[in-house]
């Protein structure tokens, strides 16, 4: 017989994340780096009781908002490379609705995160509880339905022993390098309080290794083939480098064959910025080096990326009529974007692979030396905008120099929205693999200081710097406070622009007035001074404002030295961004307007759009 173990619902399922396990460096760790909760009715009696057994095993962490908390968890899933990751449970309603928008950043980052939200009785004789939405037609619908959308994986768990296949299920996804990304088991109520005899080897140890496929023989051979009759080939190295963990093998492939390598924002630090042939930031907030190769290239190995519209120019910028694109992912959907030569594998397996293949083939030396060059070019330009200044507003890259020369290229930077993301993808000078940390997939304002959290608890050892702007600070900063309270030190650098500075930009790019962006610009009766060092300091960091670059490089002399979470804050140039570098974005202008701006902006963006190349 069976042997069985009586246990709630709740229980079963804390029981159970305890109990997996992978292995890392040839060390057995549990693979859930622990459970994210903020509680209220429909988690705190039944998943809150059964967190409180296990918490040695399973650490519980409470956080202030329950978006940033699974920010937290999922910024930590990526910073382990999607080796180990985290759970985020909350109470019913808006506690778990908090958690959508950040259900949708793993979603499009293809990252692993497990949400155990609350969800209304299943035996629906209380209803309408409290916090609780009556559909009309459908008895069956729950404000939970909404992580429908943006989950891999969801179930509701409506009877005990669902849980079961839906835990298998759930590991399953998790741990898939292809399927990745976020689950959702949205527990009813009063069935996380249910009892029910679970089989006891439920909760046997179980160890998950990433699943690294190999190349299919046919598509080898037929990217070998473009590979080897391409003059002018290039690398796009995307995040999946990094999630494959597979640096090495990049570097290995590309210095044999003496191709160039640009990188996406997820795929940024795949080689460090000194490496020769890593021409850097490629597309939208791209470096002249690797954008002026796109465009001429004629076989572009796309490696672990989305292809997604800041990488391609919004698909303008391989402007080569002959081109032939190589996805290599383990994802089919990504590998065969735009009539590309899929190469579905592992990145590590392909790149060995292709290596082997490859062996002794060469790109002809003059497109090699080309980008060397290009390279060189490139780090002056660079080396300009990010020089020290006197201004009273510097400008973002100008602060950026700053941060590099103070904290080197040894420190885990961190950054999701605003203006920072393109001046730091073209000018940040990463150095390990994973030691630039953008969320660009989904840009999502308020990731960053809840990220960097994340970001920490996977390395704690290492110094985490968060770029924020003034806009998304004001949106989502309270886990400051939880950084001081577990001890997990951020250095925040906090660009003041007075607004949301890029929207600002791009609104005159694209003919608007100067309308509702910049604070000054907005319907006010009192233009707000937000004192920001005072607020980071009432949440219990050390926080000083500073008035210079100078006064700022000094300043993170001293956060470095600190052990707690710091708040550096400096007033910034709105209107300036690094015009060096970077491609054309589709970004759709009014066709009609009373705005002579905009019909001038709408007629340049007419000549764009024509040049597109399929
Ligand atoms: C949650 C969310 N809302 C809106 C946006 C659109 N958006 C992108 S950047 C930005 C302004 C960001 O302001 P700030 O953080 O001050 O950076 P700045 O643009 O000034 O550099 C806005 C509104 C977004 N990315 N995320
Ligand atoms: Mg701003």
Redesign the pocket.
């Known amino acids: 017989m069976t042997k069985t173990v009586r246990l709630t619902m709740a229980q079963a399922v804390t029981r159970f994340l305890s109990r997996q396990m992978t292995e890392i460096d040839g060390r057995r760790v549990p693979i859930f780096g622990g459970v994210w909760a903020i509680f209220g009715h429909g988690n705190v009696a039944g998943v809150g009781e059964a967190l409180y057994p296990v918490r040695d095993e399973l650490p519980t962490f409470r956080a202030h908002n329950e978006q940033a908390m699974a920010h937290a968890a999922i910024a930590y899933a990526k910073a382990n490379f999607r080796r180990r990751f985290m759970a985020a449970t909350s109470s019913i309603g808006p506690g778990a609705l908090n958690m959508v928008?950040a259900a949708a950043l793993a979603h499009v980052n293809r990252l692993p995160v497990l949400f155990l939200p609350g969800d209304v009785f299943a035996n629906r004789l209380p209803d309408p509880v409290l916090q609780q939405a009556e559909d009309f037609s459908d008895g069956t619908a729950s404000v939970n339905d909404c992580f429908r959308a943006v989950s891999r994986y969801f179930d509701r768990i409506t009877r005990p022993e669902q849980i079961i296949p839906a835990l298998n299920r759930a590991m399953q996804v998790l741990t898939d390098p292809a399927e990745c990304g976020p689950v959702t088991l949205s527990l009813c109520q009063d069935v996380q309080a249910e009892a029910y005899d679970y089989p006891e080897s439920l909760f046997a140890e179980r160890v998950w290794m990433p699943r690294r496929v190999r190349p299919d023989r046919n598509e080898l051979a037929a990217a070998v083939a473009a590979l080897k009759g391409a003059k002018r080939p290039l690398v796009i190295a995307g995040g999946g480098v990094l999630y494959s963990q597979a640096s090495g093998e990049l570097a290995k492939l590309v210095q044999g064959a003496g191709i160039p390598v640009c990188e996406t924002q997820g795929g940024k630090s795949s080689l460090p910025d000194d490496h020769p042939l890593n021409m850097a930031a490629v597309g939208v907030t791209g470096t002249s080096a690797a954008n002026r190769l796109a465009e001429e290239a004629d076989v572009v190995l796309a490696v672990g990326t989305r292809l997604q519209d800041f990488t391609t120019g919004s698909w303008a910028l391989f402007k080569n009529a002959g081109r032939t694109i190589i996805g290599l992912n383990t994802q089919g959907f990504d590998a065969g974007k735009h009539w590309a030569l899929p190469l579905v594998a592992d990145a590590a397996e392909g790149l060995v692979e292709l290596s082997a293949a490859l062996k002794g083939w060469k790109a002809p030396p003059v497109w090699t030396d080309n980008a060397l060059k290009g390279k060189t070019e490139w780090q002056a330009a660079a080396a300009k905008v990010t020089a020290s200044t006197n201004a009273a507003y510097p400008s973002?890259a100008q602060v950026i120099g700053a941060v590099q020369r103070a904290m080197g290229s040894g420190v885990t930077l961190l950054h999701a929205?605003?203006?920072?993301p393109g001046e730091l993808h073209k000018l940040w000078q990463a150095g390990a693999p994973g030691s630039y940390h953008a969320e660009y997939g989904f840009?999502?304002?308020?990731y960053e200081i809840a990220g960097g959290l994340g970001v920490k608890m996977a390395k704690p050892g290492e110094e985490v710097v968060v770029m924020?702007?003034?806009?998304?600070?004001l949106?989502l900063n309270s886990e400051i406070a939880t950084s001081v309270m577990l001890g997990l030190k951020l250095t925040i650098v906090l660009?003041d622009?007075r607004?949301?500075?890029?929207?600002n930009r791009l609104q005159m790019a694209t003919g608007g007035a100067n309308f509702n962006n910049l604070l000054k610009d907005s319907r006010h009766e009192v233009m707000p001074d937000v004192d920001f060092a005072a607020h980071a300091a009432s949440l219990g960091a050390t926080a000083e404002k500073v008035a210079s670059i100078a006064e700022l490089e000094t300043a993170l002399g001293r956060a470095k030295a600190n052990s707690k979470t710091t708040v550096l804050v400096i007033d910034t140039d709105?209107l300036v961004s690094t015009e060096a570098g970077g491609h054309w974005w589709d970004v759709a202008v009014p066709e009609v307007s009373a705005r002579r701006e905009v019909n001038a902006a709408r007629k340049k963006y007419e000549e764009a759009v024509g040049s597109r190349q399929g």
């Open positions: 928008t973002d929205a605003g203006g920072l840009s999502t304002m308020g924020v702007g003034d806009g998304s600070y949106m660009l622009n607004g949301y500075g890029c929207i709105p």
